[in-house]
């Protein structure tokens, strides 16, 4: 199987029927057609050079439609998220060292200041599309580079190939079904390289991809509804945004066109299954994907089954085929005992952009830091990691970066940074700080926010007289206290009764406090992206209003909420 068999079979279906949809974005949809021809016009503006090509755009449209010119013309492509803080963007610019960048309006305005000189995605709409032009065109596989958290706060940029993507769409298209007319869900950012599946996957099957808004996706009865308006029949998310559906009101006949759900970059709970195999019981597959960037994509999956619903730990599954799992134990290869997990792949892997092996111990084997254990029947279990990485929300944090950051800052003394689940809530990305009286958690966050992406930025900030250390002087995060035993509301500033009462009670549920006070900011008490977007769907819910962000951003506390949405309900 060549690396150009994604190129061939997109442009069969291209040829086949021009008219069908490809893309259907919340703008407009888009046909096979309008998408073929705005990638023959970028590929006749890449074609005379050489090396890597950056794109940054925010619109998923010309993401597609430069890195399948990328793919025709034998050029590297590395999508990354317009989101970036100006610090990351001079790293990745210096250590990618693009020949050419194409970005929409989104990406130019974040690249103003650097000495690029962007193509303009718009502007390569019309190209003269050729379907013989895209089949098994002879140029090499120069693949792919996306970039993602580095321990020193320096992006860290890991390079794939399109055979290791077409052994997984592969894959993933014969064992669900993806075919003529399949739609598949666009959850994630251009920046990550799950965004290859959710666009090629349907592309090269002859389906359509479904892009949600960028930034947030919809949560909770958004979501459904976004889903069920679309069509969704395959949906990829993880699973911190899929129980979202569970605040939705889902009967038995809801999401009727649904019926795979597929996640990844988190662990499933025993919780999740017994909730969704109650209602749909086995009418809708619910799969559980497992693998790190650095191997592209999936290399193990599981078709959740009731049993698992009473399993301590939800199994990741068997390999994928051509592909083996080993659990390392002092080096060796153990079943039933706790080891680090190692992935052999068919298919020679990539590395790391700037030459670092990492766990690259072979050119067909990563070991993923993750610690494992192999069962009988050969299923893996994924248990945790040996380093100071954490997924949070599904994306990849090093924890090593986030400290970094924050103690650039000059009132900054000490800090440990922490991914904390208090009970049955998914964990969030907490920085414990020592810092001079004078620093507030306002220019804490703006901080962080000018040196790391969203995924890792802290959600909560909680002061502290000094870092628990061990006895050797490392800190010790299990001394380190839960966020909600240091919160404490004045009595001047408890909410008033009422609507404020209300929502309060809604804060202390979303955000796993104890109390919060009517002048608080949802924000600054952890309330991350995904939080503010399942506030705004319960308010709509239990008050019939619908609040813009806009609204949200201008006093995002309890009190300028309830005026908000008193005033919203009195129309």
Known sequence: MSHTTILRRWADHVEKDPGALAIAT???????????????????????????????????????????????????????????????????????????????????????????????????????????????????DAGYVYFTSGTTGRPKGIRGSLAAVEHFLDWESAEFAVTDGTRVSLLTSPGFDAFLRDTLLPLRAGGSVHAAAPGTPPVAAGLAAWLEAERIEILHCVPTVFRTLRAAGLTAGSLPALRTVLLAGEAVRPADIAWWRALFGDRKDLVNLYGPSETTMTKVFRRLRAEDADAGTVPAGLPLPGVEIRVLAAGRPVTGTIGEIEIRTPFPLGGYLDGRTGGFAEPHAYRTGDLGRLREDGALEVLGRRDQQVKVNGVRVELGEVEDVLRRHPGVRDVCAAAVAEGDADPVLCAYVVAEDALTDEELRAHADAGLLPGSRPAVFVRLAAIPRTLNGKADRRALPVPSAARRVEADDRPRDGVEAEIASLWCELLHLPAVGRQDSFTLLGGDSLAIARLLDRLRSRYGTDLPLRVFAENPTVAGLAAAVSAGSSR
Do not use: K, M, N, S
């Open 26 to 140: 919340p703008e407009r949809p888009w046909t096979r057609r309008e998408l073929a021809r705005h990638a023959a016009g970028l590929r006749e503006r890449l074609a005379d050079g050489e090396g890597p090509v950056l794109i940054a755009c925010a619109d998923p449209v010309p993401v597609v439609a430069a890195l399948l010119a990328c793919a025709a013309v034998g050029r590297t492509f590395a999508p990354v998220d317009t989101r970036q803080p100006a610090a990351r963007w001079t790293a990745l610019l210096e250590d990618l060292a693009p020949t050419a960048v194409v970005a929409d309006a989104t990406g130019r305005a974040a690249l103003a200041g650097h000495a690029v000189r962007p193509i303009d995605a718009g502007q390569a709409e019309h190209g003269a599309w050729h379907a013989d032009d895209w089949r098994d065109p002879d140029v090499p």
